[in-house]
């Protein structure tokens, strides 16, 4: 059995999401559905007790809860990002405790009834923190894995796709699923996992083109000043014809929401 994650998510490029200007340009990401927040709350039950979250960035899932559950302990390693999330909204939260570090080492406050994680399980170090979500969980708790704040279906997809990979600097990136991955591989026993329906959200173009730089493959320090400015202009070009008469692109988003037991 494998041990280790894709090349693609080593240490070389998790690093990256240290960078202020990625810490910075994060909240620009799109918002995930309310109705991935409501299935958290339903998987908690009426008891709502207390949630890990994992690869916090700024605190996007852990800052929507802290005013439904007791309390939400959210842990990453990236100084900037725990900075621009205290700056935010809920960031200075009575119910929300900060915890900088690597999730594979940092101390942590068992028991979890619920541990969450969005993309950044992508960039843990699999065969340590399984085990340790499974030590941390109470026996009915899950994880919780949160994937979905890009366009669905978007018109200019193909085009947009074709400029990430010409300016992409992670040149080891694969297509893979992640949950197949981690069920194949022995780290999760699968529960449930379930799209939400799709809902319209609307975006300046500045902000819609900003927001690929809080993307470690399109991180503004990686990429150079010269080709983070060719890339935007580009982008925005392609984007052009499908922005109303205030500037703004209107477009489709759905969550997959995955929840199982870590396995050690």
Known sequence: MKTTRPRQYWDDYASRFKNRSLAETYALRPPYPEEMYEILLSLLGESRGKVLDVGCGPGKIARA??????SVDAVDFSQEMIRVGKSLVNGDHSNLRWIRGPVETVKLYPPYDMVTAGASIHWMEWCVVFPRFKEVLTTDGHLVIIDGDRPIESPWHDAELSLIYKYSTNRHHEPIDLIQELVDRGHLRLVGDKWTQPVNFSQSLTDYVQSFHS??????????????????????????????????????????????????
């Open 65 to 70: 809860l802290v005013n439904h559950v007791d």
């Open 215 to 264: 993307r470690e493959s399109m991180s503004k320090e990686h990429m150079g000043q010269k080709n983070a400015k060719a890339f935007d202009a580009e982008l925005s070009h392609v984007l052009s014809d499908f922005v109303d008469d205030k500037g703004f692109l209107t477009f489709h988003l759905e969550a997959r929401v995955t929840w199982g037991r870590p396995l050690a």
